[in-house]
């Protein structure tokens, strides 16, 4: 069954933003805005509504350019590196985490996931693994691309495996054990089909969903299981769905038009019923969840409500 939401109105968790990018842990929500800066408050709300700058150097795009581990957030910076900056703040110092020359290939601005252990992150030609921390001293390959005609887009981790958008002839989206180990196509698209649109994709241990903005249609959710070997499937049907968030049960996403809902459905190969979570927002984009609250972005706030 999809859950019911009967907690009341959305908690403002800041207003006057310009959010592209949101993160959330137990204790913090984190996001960007547009044109760098990287920001976090209690999930509570900012007090006096003033959130805690933690840095200046975002590169300002894309829902994948930020994500947070341990307490700490991690970025793509507007050098194309990868920083960190604990909740607290680095007064406005952040770390290189990993830099976009140790690779020797430009990062793509949608390229960073983190589960409770490892953050993992893309060039465009390698999926890496680096645990969590201040800096990343040594990288794992757990996958290369030996195609000069083929390119790593969009990125997504279940509790054992990364998921990657991998772009060529024929478009797929494919796995790798977070342990190492072979790569398995997921989900292919036909030879016309295109994957290079993916907005926002989310793994469990079973499906693989994503939204896209050219190649697939802009009103539906798709899913492929994580067994592999399908073609994307049609998960949801919504106005405009956009941001994607899971838990262990619920599938969350944002409707990316003025104004705009931000729904819930039970996990599945398909959702034939959805809730929502929320109304009149405007045009909300990035989500994200943590133990007992859904978050959410709007074009100049943060909003939240209880799951």
């Known amino acids: 069954d999809s859950p019911s939401f009967d907690a009341g109105p959305p908690v403002t968790i800041a207003t006057g933003e310009s959010p592209t990018a949101l993160a959330v842990d137990d204790t913090h929500v984190y996001w960007e805005n547009s044109g760098g800066p990287v920001l976090d408050c209690p999930v509570a709300g900012c007090p006096g509504n003033v959130p805690t700058l933690l840095a200046f150097n975002g590169s300002g795009n894309g829902l994948e350019t930020l994500a947070v581990g341990a307490s700490t957030a991690f970025f793509v910076d507007t050098s194309s590196n990868i920083d960190t900056c604990a909740s607290a703040g680095c007064g406005l110092a952040p770390t290189?985490?990993?830099?976009?020359?140790?690779?020797?290939?430009?990062?793509?601005?949608?390229?960073?996931?983190?589960?409770?252990?490892?953050?993992?992150?893309?060039?465009?030609?390698?999926?890496?693994?680096?645990?969590?921390?201040?800096?990343?001293?040594?990288?794992?390959?757990?996958?290369?691309?030996?195609?000069?005609?083929?390119?790593?887009?969009?990125?997504?981790?279940?509790?054992?495996?990364?998921?990657?958008?991998?772009?060529?002839?024929?478009?797929?989206?494919?796995?790798?054990?977070?342990?190492?180990?072979?790569?398995?196509?997921?989900?292919?698209?036909?030879?016309?089909?295109?994957?290079?649109?993916?907005?926002?994709?989310?793994?469990?241990?079973?499906?693989?969903?994503?939204?896209?903005?050219?190649?697939?249609?802009?009103?539906?959710?798709?899913?492929?299981?994580?067994?592999?070997?399908?073609?994307?499937?049609?998960?949801?049907?919504?106005?405009?769905?956009?941001?994607?968030?899971?838990?262990?049960?619920?599938?969350?996403?944002?409707?990316?038009?003025?104004?705009?809902?931000?729904?819930?459905?039970?996990?599945?190969t398909t959702c034939p019923v959805f809730s929502t979570v929320a109304t009149g927002q405007n045009s909300p984009s990035a989500i994200a969840v943590n133990s007992t609250t859904i978050f959410w972005t709007t074009t100049t706030a943060i909003y939240s409500a209880t799951k």
Not at 105 to 110: P, R, Y
Not at 240 to 267: E, H, R
């Open 96 to 268: 290189t985490y990993e830099a976009v020359a140790d690779a020797g290939f430009f990062f793509f601005s949608q390229s960073l996931v983190a589960d409770a252990t490892n953050l993992y992150f893309t060039d465009g030609n390698v999926v890496y693994s680096c645990p969590l921390g201040s800096t990343c001293s040594a990288p794992i390959a757990l996958y290369t691309e030996t195609s000069l005609s083929a390119s790593l887009g969009a990125l997504a981790v279940s509790a054992t495996d990364v998921f990657f958008v991998r772009q060529a002839g024929v478009d797929s989206i494919r796995s790798v054990p977070i342990a190492g180990g072979a790569d398995v196509v997921v989900c292919a698209t036909a030879s016309s089909g295109s994957l290079s649109g993916v907005e926002a994709m989310v793994a469990t241990s079973t499906n693989v969903y994503f939204t896209s903005y050219s190649g697939f249609s802009t009103n539906h959710i798709y899913q492929c299981p994580t067994t592999g070997g399908t073609k994307p499937a049609i998960y949801a049907t919504d106005v405009a769905p956009y941001g994607l968030a899971a838990d262990a049960m619920f599938l969350y996403w944002t409707n990316d038009i003025a104004p705009g809902n931000i729904s819930a459905c039970a996990l599945g």
